[in-house]
C-alpha cells in the first residue's frame, strides 16, 4: 500500500462480529462463525489487526492458523501446531524452571504429556483434549480462528479435524458451565465453504454463511489521502477515480495498491492521474476477462455447458448437485443452444468435472462435491452472456 504499509483500522466491524460470536446479539454463532470473500479482499489483514485484538480486549483467548500458508500440509496438523503453540505459552513459573532443570516432559492438567523439545501436541492427543486443556490452563474462552478452511476438505485427515473441532466445541460450550470455545472459520469460496455446512453428514450442518463486508468508501478515502500526501497539490488521485479502479479490480487492496504505484511512480509526470488510473484498471479487467476467455475457448461443448449450470447455481447462491436428472436437463438446454449433442449422463458429466478440474477452473472436495474454483469467472460468464 506505501513504504510504511498503514492499515485502516475496522473497530466497528470487529466489535460486531464478537458480539455476534459472544452472543450479545440476535445472531447466533455458537456452532460456528463462517465469514466467506474472494481471496485478497482483506480478511486476514481484517482477523490479525483487527477481531484479533477485539478478542484480547474481551479476556478471550485468540487461535489464530492460515490453511492457505502450507496448502501440502495436513490441515490437521497446522491446527494441532497452532493449539500446541498456544498451550506452550502458558508454562508456568514451575514448569519453566522444571525445563531449565533440564526435565523434558511434565503432565498438564494429567491429561497431556508435554514435550518441550516438540513443537506438535504429544501423538495419540485429540483436538477435542488439547483444547480443552487449553481452555483450563488460560482460564478463558477459546476463540479458534482457521483462515481458508476450504482447505481442510481436500483430504480425508482435513475433513476429520473438522469432526474433531465441532466434538470439542460440543463438549466445552455444553451443561451450564461458562463457554468454553468459538470456532471462526473463513473461505475465499461461499460454495466450498458451504460444504462443511449445508448437508446432515458435514461436520457444521445447519450453521449459516455470512459474507464478510468488503472494504467500502471509508477505505477508499483513506487510500486517496495516504498517497496523496506523496504527490504534488497539482497532481493529486480523487476519490472517485480511486473508488471507480478498486471496483473494477475486485475490492482487493493489494491490486489496488499496484495499479496506484504504477501510476503514481512511474507515470506521475503526466499530470492526468486519476485518467491513468482508470485506463490501469480498465487494462488489468480486461486482461482477467481474457484469460477466462482463453480457458473458456478450449472447453469441449459438453464442459462448457457443465461450467455454464455451475455459475448459474453460484451466482444464485444454490448447491451444484451435478447427477440430478435437473442437472442433466440443464446442461442439455445449453447443449442444444449451441447446436451440440444432448448427450448429458452420469458418466459424461463426470468426465467434463474431471477435465475441468485437470484445467483448474473446477475445484472438488474430497468427498465429491464440486466448486468453481474462482467464482469471479461466474460473473464474467454472465457479462459475456454464456
Not at 66 to 85: K, V, Y
Not at 156 to 173: C, I, Q, T, V, Y
Not at 255 to 269: Q, R
Not at 339 to 368: C, F
Request: some cysteine; aromatic content about 8%; proline content about 4%.
Amino acid at each position: 500500500m506505501s513504504p510504511s504499509r498503514p492499515i485502516l483500522r475496522r473497530d466497528q466491524l470487529a466489535q460486531a462480529l464478537a458480539k455476534d460470536l459472544a452472543g450479545e446479539s440476535l445472531v447466533d454463532y455458537s456452532s460456528g462463525m463462517f465469514l466467506a470473500a474472494p481471496r485478497r479482499t482483506g480478511k486476514s489483514t481484517f482477523l490479525n489487526n483487527d477481531f484479533v485484538p477485539e478478542c484480547l480486549q474481551r479476556s478471550w483467548l485468540p487461535v489464530y492458523v492460515d490453511l492457505w500458508s502450507d496448502r501440502d500440509a495436513d490441515p490437521a496438523e497446522l491446527i494441532s501446531g497452532a493449539i500446541g503453540t498456544a498451550l506452550g505459552s502458558f508454562e508456568s513459573t514451575l514448569v519453566k524452571a522444571a525445563k531449565k532443570a533440564g526435565v523434558e516432559k511434565i503432565n498438564l492438567l494429567r491429561t497431556l504429556s508435554w514435550d518441550f523439545s516438540r513443537p506438535q501436541l504429544p501423538a495419540g492427543t485429540t483436538l477435542a483434549q488439547a483444547l480443552a486443556v487449553l481452555h483450563q490452563v488460560s482460564g478463558q474462552m477459546v476463540v479458534l480462528i482457521i483462515d481458508e478452511a476450504q482447505h481442510a476438505l481436500n483430504s480425508e485427515e482435513g475433513l476429520n479435524a473438522m469432526f474433531a473441532l465441532k466434538a470439542a466445541r460440543d463438549h466445552l460450550n455444553r451443561g451450564d458451565r461458562p463457554d468454553g470455545l468459538r470456532l471462526v472459520f473463513t473461505g475465499s469460496s461461499r460454495d466450498k465453504l458451504a460444504n462443511l455446512v449445508l448437508k446432515s453428514k458435514q461436520p457444521f450442518f445447519g450453521a449459516s454463511i455470512t459474507p464478510f463486508p468488503l472494504l467500502g468508501r471509508e477505505y477508499v478515502e483513506f487510500v486517496t489521502q495516504l498517497w496523496n500526501r506523496r504527490l504534488a497539490q497539482d497532481n493529486q488521485f480523487k476519490v472517485e477515480d480511486l473508488e471507480y479502479a478498486f471496483e473494477l479490480v475486485g475490492r482487493r487492496p493489494e491490486m489496488l495498491g499496484k495499479l496506484l504505484a504504477e501510476v503514481s511512480v512511474g507515470l506521475g509526470e503526466a499530470g492526468n492521474l486519476g485518467e491513468l488510473l482508470r485506463t490501469g484498471a480498465l487494462n488489468h479487467q480486461a486482461g482477467v476477462w481474457s484469460d477466462y476467455e482463453s480457458a473458456w475457448n478450449e472447453l469441449s461443448p459438453l464442459q462448457q455447458a457443465v461450467l455454464e449450470v455451475m455459475a448459474e447455481r453460484t451466482l444464485a447462491k444454490q448447491p451444484f448437485s451435478p447427477f440430478t436428472d435437473q442437472t442433466f436437463t440443464d446442461v442439455n438446454r445449453k447443449l442444444e443452444r449451441a447446436q451440440a449433442q444432448a448427450n448429458a449422463s452420469a458418466t459424461n458429466v463426470q468426465k467434463a468435472l474431471d477435465a475441468l478440474r485437470d484445467k483448474e477452473l473446477v475445484w472438488k472436495a474430497n468427498r465429491g462435491e464440486y466448486a468453481l474454483e474462482d467464482v469471479s469467472m461466474a460473473e464474467w460468464m454472465t457479462r459475456a452472456g454464456r
